[in-house]
């Protein structure tokens, strides 16, 4: 069993940058692939990013690759979203996630466990 929790999101302006955390409980969080999704207004839920079991593999959505760089920090369980260049389309709430098998895709059927989701807001 892993619980998720994000943190970091907030109001910020066109162009400036954001880092969101993603704490997981549980001394086994190196085995999990982690994603993060997010879910704008009035919209569905989409992937973002995918970082491996060890963190040397990732993948993005295209809408934010060269801007979001996904990373983790098994030692501390954590797992950040680093967004750098936002713009207004990326307001959404931002959800982490983890696969027990170890998968970073971008299918959230995958995924076993989810946290709350943390706000970002972009203001133009």
């Known amino acids: 069993q892993v619980q998720l929790v994000e943190s970091g999101g907030g109001l910020v302006q066109a162009g400036d940058s954001l880092r969101l955390s993603c704490a997981a409980s549980?001394?086994?969080?190196?085995?999990?692939?982690v994603g993060w999704f997010r879910q704008g207004p009035g919209k569905e839920r989409e992937f973002v990013a995918g970082?491996?079991?060890?963190?040397?593999?990732?993948n993005y959505a295209n809408s934010v690759k060269g801007r979001f760089t996904i990373s983790r920090d098994n030692a501390k369980n954590t797992v950040y979203l680093e967004m750098n260049s936002l713009k207004p389309e990326d307001t959404a709430v931002y959800y982490c996630?983890?696969?027990?098998?170890?998968?970073?895709?971008?299918?959230?059927?995958?995924?076993?466990?989810w946290g709350q989701g943390t706000q970002v807001t972009v203001s133009s």
């Open positions: 996630a983890a696969d027990r098998w170890g998968r970073y895709t971008d299918r959230q059927y995958e995924y076993n466990y």
């Open positions: 549980g001394r086994t969080f190196s085995i999990y692939g």
């Open positions: 970082i491996s079991m060890s963190g040397g593999s990732t």
